[in-house]
Structure formats: structure tokens, C-alpha cells
């Protein structure tokens, strides 16, 4: 059943048209990204499919009686409501059905007859409109949506004048959530969330979530495990593609491609074409040659293929950092407190050459105390910290407003990276080289930094960055104001000039990462330390995908101690009345009790160096007996062998898609998606055996 049906939209801001001419429909329980650059008209068309604006042309059709939920930028909340009563109004219709149900209660006390009969039938209607709008477990629904967006018990109460921005825009999410609308619209969902928020966002829409999504959002992991139909948003068009954010990639590339060929082929009739005017414009046959050139005049304007500007990776070479000897750093035994509040105690933790760390943990845990401390910004309460005399930093912060707003973009690069000849100062054309690879075009250029959106001046922040020939780059959520194209340009840039000295050339310098990106964190780092929030650490050696395979198995393993020794929640961390939560809750005192088992038990201890196993052993809970599974006879060879068929399967699956007969076969397509989402189960299934065995 179609939802909405959207017919011939156009829409333009002054003289930019937004979308121009766009149709498409979003049918029951779809799950569907929508992508594109800043500004290619997401919000737009968001707010189109929600009434709040109108088309200039076209319609936007809605099926009678579907509830349409869209999530602001900018909500509007009750502030003179606490965080858990302006979650409530959610079900507020229950409220509204409750009353109406005491009066029908009332009014059978007198009644009798024909008047009872009907008084019953009401109650009956009555009830099953409570049960469709969430039924009797409100309470519990409002706690799960509030913890598993990151907020306590003792957040409940405070009034929601006094929260911050972020927590108003949690809140917002958690009544948009709890409203249970036919479809949402969620623009940008995942701006403050931390990592477990958005593990909790996740599950909620792929599980719990029955109606239609479109979500748009640079979280490229979200993207592949909850969508199967993404929609992009280019020069005012859509286009589709059938699967994930993956399979996107690279069925778009595989598209640009044939577009460039067509560009190309178009091209070379055109020079044709333009050679024969040229040739005869003068002489005998000059009518002709002037009618061919009316017509070829008419073709630019209607027919003309324009090529790609992103085709293409980055070709660029940049300044060489200079060597920092065996180590950027070594820290042994260090911890760091402000009063009562712990960020971390007792760590070890070292980074030669090439080190990727990432840095995760709930937002004010202390991850960038952390790195203030390591780097000697802050000094540790305990502990020692060796640093090389030859490190050289580059940081990139949240806050730009320290540049010169006067300063064009090229301006502002050549004065700030270094030649890659080793001299002090870049020339123009290195410095636009740079910004052109960043994916300013050369009219963007131009622009004064006053000018620029966020999200601009922090990839010009980044592009500055890594061609300044610093050998150790700390990045804080580089991320949070890049568009996806954007932030999978700084990643190949990192990739390239981040990577390991291992003989490749490259940077050889040290990136610390702080983010919650995870796909970023997935493609860069080699080492996660995890911060909980609570003065507990991890040092996990392996890569983010790793790690979660290891903590839900860490979670599972918890929840099976617990189911075996059930205890009751103290006082002090659930509210009289609440339900106990899952693993999603941040309050449950049985979830913190495992989170800090699974984090003092780890050895903290990051080594950087030989060969790594699939997982790092550190955190098992022993007393845990493992479940037995399909896999328990096998052995770790065996396991190991199967998860690297596996990897092989799922690379031959991705590079099909980019055969044009595979994208434009639409079964086959949702075949190969489906084989491709069997084996990440089996092989998390396999992880999960070999961390069992192996622990």
C-alpha cells in the first residue's frame, strides 16, 4: 500500500531550484535513506512530505488516516513540563481515552438495559483504542525510549527549560519515537547520540519500529543495517537504488561511470560537429554549417551530459611529517579525576609509528581529558607518561571561530599547509590542488571563510590539517558537521596519509580518533579504548567491528549470569514501578554492574606491535558458562578458516554489484542482499564461538 505519492514536485529557494519536476511513492513499513550534499534539498523535501511547506508545483498525496511523524532540527517542547512528562504526552490520547473510559464506568453504575449494552460496547472500543495506542505499558515504554537515548533516572525530573541542546533534541527523538506515527521522517537522528544511543536507535527501527522510515543521516553504519532502499537527492532529482548504503556506493560509482562514458562519447560527436562549422561556417556550404550550429546550440541546452565532479579518488601528494622516533607516547598506570567525578583510572597505553586509536565512550566520559592528559595538556593524578621530543601535533577542534573570516578558501589553505617541495609556505596551485581534492570546486574557492557553512569550514579545518605535516593528529568528532561525501573524502585522505609505516610511504604519524562515527572508527583505527563514563577503561587491540562482536557477547554472557542469579534493582537506580530494562537501558544497576565487570577485567595493556588474533581475550566474565551452539564441536581452525570464506563470499557479492546487469535485475539484487546479510550473521555467529572457545 502507498503511503504518500509525491507528483511532479518542484521547489526553489530564490533563484536555486531545489527539486525539479521529482515523483516517487514510500509504501508500508519501507525502510529508506535519503542522501545527497548539504543543501541538495533533504530538509526540503522532509518538510514537503510533512505539509510544513507547500510545493511551488506539484503534489504531495497521503493515504487517508496515516500519521506522519518528522523530526525537527529545531523542536518545540513544553518547558513547563520535567524530560519524563514531556515524554508522556506522547500517549496523551491514552490520557484522553482513560477519562473517557472512568466516565463510561460512572455512567454503568445507573444504567441498564439497551443504555448497558451500548455502555459495554463503548468500554470494549475504548479499550482496544488504549491497547493500539500503547496499551498498559506506557511506563515502561517511556523508560525504555528515555534510557536507550542515553538519559538516567535522575534525569527525568529536571524541567525542561533547563536542558542542553542535545538533550532537548534526545527528547524530541523520544517523543517522535513514542508517538508511533505511520511514517517518520527523521533528519539527522544520530547528531547527539553516542555510540550506545545510536546501538539502541538501531535495533528500535529494524525491531521494535512496524511503520514506514526515511531517515537522512551521514551515519553510514545506520544507513547499512537499517535501511534497504536509498534514495539520493542529485541536481534536483532522485534517484533509487535497492539495498543499503553499501551496496549504494557501489552501484552509484558503477552509474558515474557510465555517465562519464556517455559524457565522454557525447563529447567527442560534439567536437565533431564543431570542427564541421568551423570548417565550412565560410565558405559554400556556410547554410548548413549555420544550421548545424543552431542545432548544436539546442542540444547543449537540452540534452547536455554533464560529468560527475566526485568520479573519481584522490590523486594528491602532501608534505611528508617528520620521524618521532620509536614512540609518540608511552603511558603506564595513569588516571585523572576532577573531584568526585573519575575519568579514568589506571591506564596503560602506548602509540608508535602508525598507531590508529580510537577513543569512544557516552558523551562527557572524557575522552578529550584523555588526550589532553596523554599529550600533556593535563597533567595525570597517577602514573607516567613518556613523550617524544619530536612530536609534532595537529588537533582539530569543534570551534573554528579562531580563523580569519576575511581570508578566501584557497587563501586561507596557502597560508596555513606546508609545501610539499618541504618549503614553509604552499604555492596557489598547491593550495587549490588541496581544496579541490577536499571537494571545493573552484567557484567555492573563491568564498570568503565568513561565508561558509559549518560543515565547510570543518572540512576546510581537516584539509588544512592533514597537509600541515604534523605527525600526530588528534581529531574530535571530525565528522559531526560532514556530509557523507565529505567525511568518506577525509577518511580516503587518512587512509592514504594516516596509514601505518610499514614501507607503503604514507604519513607514519599517529591518529588518536574521538567519535562516535562508527563506520569511520571501523576503517581507520586498529586499537579502541573505551571509557564508560564511570572511571572504567578498555584497551581493545582489533578493530570497532570486533569490539562489538565482543561486547555482545560480553552481554549476552551477563544476561545469562543474571538470568541464572536474578537481582533486584536497588532503589537508588530504578524508579518505584519501572520495569527493569534490557541491555539498552543505561540505568539498569544490572547492565552497569557487567559494564564495569567487562571493563576492569580487561587488560589495559595496548600492544601495537605482532600479530593480532580475530579478538583480544581480555574482559571474559569465566564464571560464565558458554551456551552451546551449532558451532561448538568445531574447532578454531576451522572457525577461523570459515570466517575467511566468508570474507572472500562477501567481497565477490559487493564487486557483483557494480556488474550493470546485476543493479538493473532487481530480484537478483535482493537475492544477493539477503546472502550477503546470512553470512554477517553466520560469521558473528562464528565470532562469537571463537571468542567463546578462545577465552
Known sequence: MSLVTLSNLRYGHGTRLLLDGVSGSIHESERIGLVGRNGCGKSTLFKLIARVIEPDEGEVQIARSVRVGYLEQD??????????????????????????????????????GSELDKLLLRQVAIEEAIEAAGGYAVDHKIDAALHGLGFTDDDFDIPVQKLSGGQKARLALARLLLSDPDILLLDEPTNHLDIEGRRWLE????????????????????LDRVVSRIIEIDRGVLREYPGNYAAFRLLRVERMLTVERQHEKQQDKIRQEQNFIDRYKAGQRAKQARGRESRLER????????????LGV?????????????????AEGISKSFGDRVCFKNLTLSARPGARIGIIGPNGAGKTTLVRTLLGDLESDTGTIKRSPRLEIGWFRQNHDHLDRTLV?????????????????????????????????????????????????????????????????????????????????LEES??????????????????LLISHDRALLQDLCDTIVVLDGEGNTRVFDGSYRELEARLKFERSAANERDRKSPQQP????????????????????????????????????????????????????????????????????????????????VRVIDESFANPKVASDNARMKKLLASREELEKEQTALEEEWVRKSG
Open 75 to 112: 523542536p518545540r517542547l513544553p518547558a513547563d513540563k520535567t524530560l519524563r512528562e514531556a515524554a508522556a504526552e506522547a500517549f496523551a490520547s491514552i490520557e484522553i481515552h482513560q477519562q473517557e473510559l472512568e466516565g463510561v464506568f460512572e455512567r454503568m453504575a445507573t444504567a441498564d
Open 203 to 222: 535495533e528500535f527501527l529494524a525491531e521494535d519500529f512496524k511503520g514506514a522510515v526515511i531517515v537522512v543521516s551521514h551515519d553510514r553504519w545506520l
Open 299 to 310: 542540444f547543449k541546452e537540452e540534452s547536455l551530459i554533464e560529468k560527475h565532479s566526485e
Open 314 to 330: 584522490m590523486s594528491l601528494d602532501l608534505p611528508q611529517p617528520p620521524q618521532m622516533g620509536d614512540f609518540a607516547f608511552v
Open 409 to 489: 578558501v584557497w587563501q586561507f589553505l596557502q597560508n596555513t599547509i606546508r609545501s610539499i617541495e618541504g618549503g614553509p609556505r604552499a604555492s596557489e596551485q598547491e593550495a587549490r590542488n588541496l581544496a579541490g581534492a577536499f571537494l571545493f570546486t573552484g567557484q567555492e574557492q573563491e568564498k570568503a571563510i565568513g561565508d561558509l557553512s559549518g560543515g565547510e569550514r570543518g572540512r576546510l579545518v581537516l584539509a588544512s590539517l592533514i597537509a600541515s605535516a604534523k605527525n600526530l593528529l588528534v581529531l574530535d568528532e571530525p565528522t559531526n558537521h560532514l556530509d557523507i561525501p565529505s567525511a568518506e573524502r
Open 494 to 511: 587518512l587512509i592514504r596519509f594516516g596509514g601505518k609505516a610499514d614501507g607503503r610511504g604514507g604519513f607514519g604519524g599517529v591518529l
Open 570 to 649: 536497588s532503589a537508588s537506580t530504578q524508579k518505584s514501578g519501572a520495569p527493569a530494562h534490557g541491555s539498552s537501558s543505561v540505568s539498569s544497576s544490572a547492565n552497569k554492574q557487567a559494564k564495569a565487570h567487562s571493563l576492569n577485567a580487561a587488560s589495559n595493556a595496548a600492544s601495537n606491535t605482532g600479530s593480532k588474533k580475530p579478538f583480544s581475550n581480555a574482559g571474559v566474565a569465566s564464571a560464565v558458562k558458554p551456551k552451546s551452539t551449532m558451532y561448538s564441536n568445531w574447532s578454531l581452525d576451522k572457525i577461523e578458516q570459515r570466517i575467511s570464506d566468508i570474507g572472500r563470499d
